[in-house]
């Protein structure tokens, strides 16, 4: 059974943090339905911080156990992210709300929320990056590529080598992560985690898979602000 040493309970944790903090959000919406603050009409300006704080912290105490290395295939790594970025603003997802309107965006993080200059909204905006550029690809490639792919492979799964191939577990991965997003994303998000996964298989490196989701969540964020396509959030 995983998670008997802090070692393992490293991989999943923050992950399963995040998303209770996401589910808080969720929860408090539901509950304040029909109320016209913005706190809880829109959890989500209070609860990204929230995720920033008590995953960044978890983060820093789990720091020592993860296979930290120098990324390997830097060049092939960086082009793999922009792959993924282009998959995702390319035409696929409108075919998809095209042909499954259910489906559809719905609207996303407003950078102009506390206003569209000045402190608030940098502070706005920057907390999005962070969470977006560092905590988003830290949490997930941890738990996806980290632990998710190799415990599939083997129960005690830190000592399987990272990168380690085992087709079932190449796919669940790849189907899971898909999943974790909304229904409009599926095609994007199916190929964006089978290109991860293939980065892990090839640059054997956790910090590899961080820096391809780091860069592609990058690019989508500037293109989500010269674009204004903020269902992309």
Request: glycine content about 6%; overall charge positive.
């Amino acid at each position: 059974m995983f998670g008997r040493t802090p070692s393992e309970r490293a991989y999943f944790a923050p992950f399963i943090a995040f998303y209770g903090v996401l589910l808080l959000g969720e929860l408090v919406r539901k509950l304040f339905d029909g109320h016209a603050h913005w706190a809880v009409s829109s959890p989500q300006y209070w609860i990204h911080p929230i995720q920033i704080i008590v995953c960044g912290a978890m983060l820093v105490h789990y720091w020592p156990h993860y296979e930290w290395r120098p990324p390997r295939r830097v060049a092939f790594t960086v082009i793999i992210g922009i792959v993924a970025f282009v998959l995702w603003v390319s035409p696929l997802a409108y075919i998809v709300e095209h042909f499954f309107p259910k489906a559809a965006r719905v609207p996303g993080f407003d950078p102009a929320f506390f206003g569209a200059e000045g402190w608030p909204y940098f502070l706005n905006v920057g907390c999005r990056f962070v969470r977006l550029v560092i905590i988003v690809p830290l949490v997930e490639e941890i738990f996806w590529r980290g632990f998710l792919l190799r415990w599939w492979i083997r129960d005690e799964f830190t000592v399987v080598p990272f990168g380690t191939y085992q087709r079932t577990s190449f796919f669940l991965v790849t189907f899971l992560f898909m999943l974790e997003h909304t229904p409009a994303d599926y095609p994007a998000a199916l190929l964006t985690g089978a290109l991860f996964n293939f980065v892990a298989l090839h640059a054997r490196s956790l910090s590899s898979c961080v820096l391809v989701h780091a860069i592609t969540n990058l690019l989508l964020g500037i293109y989500i602000l010269r674009t204004g396509q903020t269902g992309f959030w």
